[in-house]
């Protein structure tokens, strides 16, 4: 298992998921994913996160991003823990979640801290370009669930930064004043963002959200 950086390309796999074997690469397309990891079945966090998730479906279907979870547990037991998520969670799960039993994507991916526990995963979180390669990565304790209003929002400093020569300040959500990347000269920066160029030090430059 070599160690996944920011830029690497994602590590293709098929695997056994709830929804049946499927392809990494494939079940992505020419779209952006999410692949995210649970310590283990029936435990209570993961099943408020992926509750959760189920619900921010529309959102991400709307940012073009595809979810794909993982716990190391197999897939029946998989299919019995949906049962009790839509049920305690008042939803419908709505992505796959891979079984992974033999921790042969968690060991790719490096899910596994043996710190933390040695046959369970941690909270790992990957965003994947169309492109494939890795765009970000975090990774919370077993104790500590995550955060989806944040994915989401980080994928939209993601998407616009990729087609932009912007970078996104902290706290930053859609729609707000983006800064400049630092790269571009002030006077070629006034030229590209029309909408204007807030000049607050040389170094730090304002300009509205080019895509709104
Ligand atoms: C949970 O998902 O609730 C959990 C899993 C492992 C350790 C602590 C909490």
Redesign the pocket.
């Known amino acids: 298992m070599a160690t996944i950086r920011l830029g690497d390309t994602a590590p293709d796999f098929t695997a056994e998921t709830s929804e049946g074997t499927l392809n990494f690469y494939e079940y992505l397309g020419d779209s952006w994913g999410i692949l995210f990891s649970?310590?283990?079945d029936f435990?209570?966090?993961?099943t408020t996160e992926l509750g959760t998730a189920a619900k921010f479906k529309e959102e991400f279907d709307k940012r073009n991003v595809k979810m794909i979870a993982l716990s190391v547990d197999p897939k029946d037991s998989h299919l019995k823990w949906i049962e009790d998520i839509n049920e305690t969670q008042q939803t419908t799960m709505n992505f796959p979640i891979i079984a992974d039993a033999d921790k042969k994507v968690s060991t790719l991916y490096d899910m596994i801290h043996p710190k933390a526990n040695d046959s369970?995963t941690v909270r790992s979180v990957y965003i994947i370009a169309p492109d494939k390669t890795v765009k970000l990565m975090l990774t919370y304790p077993?104790?500590t669930g995550r955060n989806f209003y944040e994915l989401l929002r980080v994928t939209d400093s993601l998407q616009l930064t990729a087609h932009h020569k912007v970078a996104t300040p902290a706290n930053w959500k859609n729609g707000e004043k983006v800064v400049v990347s630092p790269s571009i000269p002030t006077a070629e920066a006034k030229k590209i963002f029309v909408k204007g160029v807030e000049e607050i030090r040389p170094y730090l430059r304002l300009t509205p959200d080019p895509t709104t």
């Open positions: 649970h310590p283990a435990t209570p966090v993961c369970q077993a104790s």
